[in-house]
Every structure is written in C-alpha cells, then in structure tokens.
C-alpha cells in the first residue's frame, strides 16, 4: 500500500457485481474494508475468502461495508466469490488497475512473467481516508487481527439535526501521533520567541508584542526535510479537502510554525481575523493542527460571529478557516497547548503578496508599552 493512514484514497470506477462500472466515490459517506484478495484459485486466496465470508455479516452489522478486488478473471467465471452479495461489493480487477493505484503491485522478480500482486485489507474511514492498513499475512492470525482492527473504529451514531457552526472544515489525522512529538520537540529544543501581531499604521504594516491581546511563543521551522514532510502531509490530506469543499486550489503554504500557549501565562489570542492589514490581505485560509490534545485545559478556538460553540481539534487533527473569519484562542488555563499554525493561499494571492512586501516594517515587531 502506497498510502499512509490519515491520507485520502483516490476512488476508481470498475465492474464489479453490483453494477458493470461501479464507482467507489459513490461510498465516500460510508466506512469501508477494501480487500485485495488476489486470486481465489490459490490456496492462500482461498483461505482469505472464507475468512471474509466469515467476517461479511458481522461487519454489515457494524455498518462496514465488505469490499473485495480480485485479479483473477477466473474468480468470476467459476463463481468462486459468489458467497459475497451486496451490500458486500466484489470489484473485477483483471486489468490490474485497482492493484496499482493503491501500490498493491509488486514489480516481477528475476525470471517471472508479471508483477506480482500484495494481498492485505485497507480499513477506510468516511471521506476515503485510510485508517490502517491490514497485511492479510501470516494468514493464520488474519481473521483475529481484522476482528480486532475492526472493533477500533468508533461506531456511528444516527444523525441528528446540527447545531448553528462556524465555516469551518475539520480534518482528522493530518499528522500522525510521531510527526506530532517531534514537532513539539522542535519547538522545546529552539524555546520560541514572543509571538506578535500585525497591525497597519498608515500605508506600512507594523509587527507588535503586547501581553494584552496575545500571549504565545512561536518557533520557525527551518529544517528542510521536516517542512517536506509536513507539505506532504498537506498536500496529500489538507488540500485536496479544501479543494472539494471550497472549491480552492492552494498553491502556497505562507509558513512552518510551532507556537506554544503556555498555562502559567494564561496564553491566549484575543479575537482577530487573520488577513486585514496590507501584508496579511493575501492569506485565504488559516490552518491550526493540535499537537498534544488532551494534555492541557482551556485553549479551544471561537468564532464568535457564528456563536459560543467552541472548537478543540484532537492530536494530529487540523481545524481550516477563512482567514477573514473573526477568532480567537482562548486562554489555557492548565498545562501547555502546543499547535501548528500556517496560512495557504492561491496563485493570484501569491502576486498579491509579493505587491505587498513593501508594506511591511522590516524593522522587526515592537513591544508596545503598558501607556499605550
């Protein structure tokens, strides 16, 4: 499997024994156990197929839906996966495609005729975004290990009539638990550096320190490799979600930061909309990936225009806003609420931006003293 959990699994069209082209988008809204199956003329396929049959009730009841891609064409013409009807789904691959899309191909060793082919599950959350990925190897503990794999997903509840929300679009698993600890690392082992605000002054725009509206510490990310992998990140579970959803097309990522609201400063960021001063007016969209949830209290995020509820993303789980919306961070009031923060914008807000570089005080923020 070429893809990583948090990512988001392009879908496919493809015959299948529901409907002759049958596409996979179609089940964007449900939770899915994808499973490359092979050939069930193999003794090692077969074995997999009857643990599945095994499993396909129990998992219909959990509101999974069981589908399967073989390779084999004669899988089909000799009915050998007959046993799964709908809502299992079994998708006819002979073409290999499906196999290669997901990485689930391997290239032919010395002397063979083809690529060989991976056998494993891949468990899909809603919105095609790859949970964990189950090698169907050794064999012998499969059917335990996807009993268990599956019984980690959080059930569904039936829906109900949602509350008045800002515009804003949350995305789970943007970063994963590791990526996560050594972003706060980088941070620990720079210490970060008062964090200020931008303000216009005329035609110039000023950097500012005041305790009063802010209380942050920020860490500029420089390593290049650590960036790549964050952009990667972004580009393969973030933007294709703005993409869909707001129908933007980001071309650049402003900045790499680790800011850190400290519980014994009562760190926090009074309300403010991110793109209303010459330099800023070319951010589009703000991004903030918590990096430590549960391990300290207070520091969810308001928009107040659009009422009292407030937003606390999970470890790893990015909140995406306008950057026009008015916010805040509100105080933490125990512990330290470490976060990523970045801006995205498009091509167009790019040359804007370069426009605007002029604006900018490059004399560095000021601290505004306590008689102003």
């Known amino acids: 499997m070429r893809f990583t959990p948090g990512d988001l699994l392009p879908p496919f069209v493809a015959d299948s024994n529901v409907r002759p082209r049958f596409d996979l988008d179609l089940l964007a809204g449900e939770r899915l156990l994808l499973v490359f199956l092979g050939?069930?003329?193999?003794?090692?396929?077969?074995?997999?197929?009857?643990?599945?049959l095994a499993a396909q009730r129990p998992l219909w009841e959990l509101g999974i839906r069981l589908c399967i891609v073989s390779a084999d064409p004669a899988d089909r013409d000799e009915g050998r996966l007959s046993g799964f009807v709908p809502p299992s789904i079994v998708f006819w691959d002979a073409d290999r495609a499906i196999y290669r899309l997901f990485g689930m191909e391997v290239a032919p060793a010395d002397g063979a005729a083809r690529p060989s082919l991976r056998v494993g599950a891949a468990i899909i959350a809603e919105n095609?975004?790859?949970?964990?990925?189950?090698?169907?190897?050794?064999?012998?503990?499969?059917?335990?290990?996807?009993?268990?794999?599956?019984?980690?997903?959080?059930?569904?509840?039936?829906g109900r009539p949602a509350p008045r929300h800002a515009p804003v679009l949350q995305i789970p698993d943007v970063f994963d638990a590791d990526l996560c600890r050594r972003l706060v690392a980088a941070y620990e082992a720079d210490g970060g550096g008062d964090s200020g605000f931008m303000r216009d002054d005329g035609e110039v725009t000023r950097g500012l320190i005041?305790?009063?509206?802010?209380?942050?510490?920020?860490?500029?990310?420089?390593?290049?490799?650590?960036?790549?992998?964050?952009?990667?990140?972004?580009?393969?579970?973030?933007?294709p979600e703005i993409a869909k959803a707001f129908q933007f097309r980001v071309a650049c990522i402003e900045?790499?930061?680790?800011?850190?609201?400290?519980?014994?400063?009562?760190?926090?960021?009074?309300?403010?909309?991110?793109?209303?001063?010459?330099?800023?007016?070319?951010?589009?969209?703000?991004v903030s990936v918590n990096l430590n949830g549960g391990e300290f209290e207070g520091g969810a995020l308001r928009f107040l225009e659009y009422g009292l509820d407030t937003y606390s993303p999970g470890t790893g789980e990015a909140l995406v806003f306008s950057g026009s919306l008015l916010h805040e961070a509100m105080r933490v009031t125990k512990g330290r609420r470490f976060v990523f923060l970045t801006f995205l914008h498009d091509a167009a807000a790019e040359a804007l931006r370069r426009r605007n570089l002029g604006t900018l005080d490059q004399s560095g923020p000021r601290t505004v003293t306590a008689a102003e």
């Open 255 to 286: 900045r790499y930061l680790v800011a850190c609201y400290d519980g014994s400063d009562a760190g926090f960021f009074m309300v403010h909309r991110d793109n209303n001063t010459h330099a800023t007016a070319h951010r589009r969209f703000a």
């Open 210 to 239: 005041d305790g009063r509206g802010k209380r942050r510490r920020d860490c500029y990310l420089s390593d290049p490799a650590l960036c790549g992998e964050i952009r990667g990140a972004f580009e393969r579970r973030v933007l």
């Open 128 to 158: 095609r975004r790859l949970k964990g990925f189950l090698p169907a190897q050794p064999l012998d503990t499969f059917a335990v290990r996807l009993r268990d794999a599956v019984h980690e997903i959080p059930p569904r509840t039936l």
């Open 39 to 52: 050939s069930a003329g193999l003794a090692f396929g077969q074995r997999l197929r009857d643990d599945l």
